[in-house]
């Protein structure tokens, strides 16, 4: 199942990079991603108009899937080391990289080639220098262990199917004392089953995500503490976004 819904994700993410590479459309729509809310915006560059630098990342942030604002909650500063997984147009990236600046730098992974080619156009259009763009999945982090001091992802870790290996690997290049700071869907308790095994609804970023118990459960497997999981808005009938922030423990 895992390559499955890998090959779903990575075709429908090819599709939205080619579409955001000439459009400059944040709401993913049918092509895209996760889809566009109400009237109140529940996915894309909406959610960034109150966040301070975010205009400086210019089309990035116009292309944005994701459903929330991780590097507002991520405490970012000078000299760290941000990952940013499932990078996408490298919105967040390029964020990161403004305030981890001097000293600091971001890097963003992404196994779509599509959006890492746009990714690196956007970097060179910001002039923005203190960044890396990574081709390779959440399960398998081409990083060594311990060497960022901090994991930021926007709408990503509900696309991957083996999550408990994602946030293990998140765990793993973590510092000592390093932290996690996502914005994620988080499925109600009672979302049915279908809904759930739906890979439609899978690559919409609604039918992989877990409840907050499992999510619970999981950070906790995969070596975090200090768990918090806030909600911010409902991005489905059966679904929320919420900040998800998690700590790497200070002694391993």
């Given at each position: 199942?895992?390559?499955?819904?890998?090959?779903?994700?990575?075709?429908?993410?090819?599709?939205?990079?080619?579409?955001?590479?000439?459009?400059?459309?944040?709401?993913?729509?049918?092509?895209?991603?996760?889809?566009?809310?109400?009237?109140?915006?529940?996915?894309?560059?909406?959610?960034?108009?109150?966040?301070?630098?975010?205009?400086?990342?210019?089309?990035?942030?116009?292309?944005?899937?994701?459903?929330?604002?991780?590097?507002?909650?991520?405490?970012?500063?000078?000299?760290?080391?941000?990952?940013?997984?499932g990078s996408g147009a490298g919105a967040d990236v390029l964020i990161s990289a403004r305030r981890v600046a001097p000293g600091g730098r971001a890097?963003?992974?992404?196994?779509?080639?599509?959006?890492?080619?746009l990714a690196r156009a956007n970097a060179r259009k910001a002039g923005v220098e203190n960044v890396e763009f990574l081709e390779g999945y959440l399960?398998?982090?081409?990083?060594?262990?311990?060497?960022?001091?901090?994991?930021?992802?926007?709408?990503?870790?509900?696309?991957?199917?083996?999550?408990?290996?994602?946030?293990?690997?998140?765990?793993?290049?973590?510092?000592?004392?390093?932290?996690?700071?996502?914005?994620?869907?988080?499925?109600?308790?009672?979302?049915?089953?279908?809904?759930?095994?739906?890979?439609?609804?899978?690559?919409?970023?609604?039918?992989?995500?877990?409840?907050?118990?499992?999510?619970?459960?999981?950070?906790?497997?995969?070596?975090?503490?200090?768990?918090?999981?806030?909600?911010?808005?409902?991005?489905?009938?059966?679904?929320?976004?919420?900040?998800?922030?998690?700590r790497r423990p200070t002694v391993i």
């Amino acid at each position: 199942m895992t390559d499955g819904v890998r090959d779903l994700v990575r075709e429908k993410y090819a599709q939205a990079a080619i579409r955001l590479a000439t459009t400059s459309d944040g709401c993913c729509g049918s092509s895209g991603g996760c889809g566009c809310g109400g009237e109140a915006p529940a996915f894309g560059s909406d959610l960034y108009r109150l966040e301070p630098g975010a205009e400086a990342a210019g089309s990035a942030v116009a292309a944005s899937l994701g459903c929330g604002v991780p590097t507002a909650v991520a405490d970012l500063r000078p000299g760290e080391i941000v990952l940013d997984l499932g990078s996408g147009a490298g919105a967040d990236v390029l964020i990161s990289a403004r305030r981890v600046a001097p000293g600091g730098r971001a890097i963003g992974l992404d196994m779509t080639p599509g959006m890492l080619e746009l990714a690196r156009a956007n970097a060179r259009k910001a002039g923005v220098e203190n960044v890396e763009f990574l081709e390779g999945y959440l399960e398998d982090i081409p990083l060594p262990d311990g060497s960022v001091d901090v994991v930021v992802s926007n709408c990503v870790i509900n696309l991957t199917a083996d999550k408990r290996l994602a946030l293990a690997e998140a765990a793993r290049v973590l510092r000592p004392g390093g932290r996690l700071a996502i914005s994620d869907v988080v499925a109600d308790p009672d979302m049915d089953e279908a809904t759930r095994q739906d890979m439609v609804q899978w690559t919409g970023c609604i039918g992989g995500a877990l409840s907050e118990p499992e999510y619970r459960e999981t950070l906790t497997a995969a070596g975090f503490e200090e768990l918090e999981i806030v909600p911010s808005h409902r991005v489905h009938a059966h679904a929320w976004s919420a900040v998800i922030r998690a700590r790497r423990p200070t002694v391993i």
